[in-house]
């Protein structure tokens, strides 16, 4: 499975962004992580079968939604603060079968994208 995101750019604080990630099949989850300049990677947020999670950074703020038919995943970013400054890359899971994820950790992911960089001006 092939992963390509997009919609990174420049904004300013306040404003708002949308990502997509187009998965070149069909995924059981697809997430979204970020690398800060000088921070390690941090869990944004998941999509899963319609349930969602966040991570505490960007909960309220952040929006992830999915398309099945599309195997696409959009995180809608809003209220957007120079903190969120990132290089913002997806990842899939691909199989249902196993114990239960929280799909908080890199690691529970099969395929990775090629990040898109987002940068909030103050």
């Known amino acids: 499975v092939q992963l390509q995101a997009s919609g990174g750019g420049l904004v300013q604080a306040g404003g708002s962004l949308t990502l997509s990630c187009a998965a070149s099949g069909r995924t059981f989850a697809m997430g979204w992580f970020r690398q800060g300049p000088g921070k390690e990677r941090e869990f944004v947020a998941v999509?899963?079968?319609?349930?969602?999670d966040y991570g505490d950074s960007v909960k309220g703020r952040f929006t992830i939604s999915g398309d099945n038919a599309k195997n696409t995943v959009y995180l809608q970013m809003d209220s957007l603060k120079p903190e969120d400054t990132a290089v913002y890359f997806c990842?899939?899971?691909?199989?249902?079968?196993?114990?239960?994820?929280?799909?908080?950790?890199?690691?529970?992911?099969?395929?990775w994208g090629q990040g898109t960089l987002v940068t909030v001006s103050s």
């Open positions: 990842a899939a899971h691909i199989t249902p079968l196993g114990a239960p994820r929280s799909y908080e950790y890199s690691y529970e992911y099969d395929y």
């Open positions: 999509w899963s079968g319609g349930r969602t």
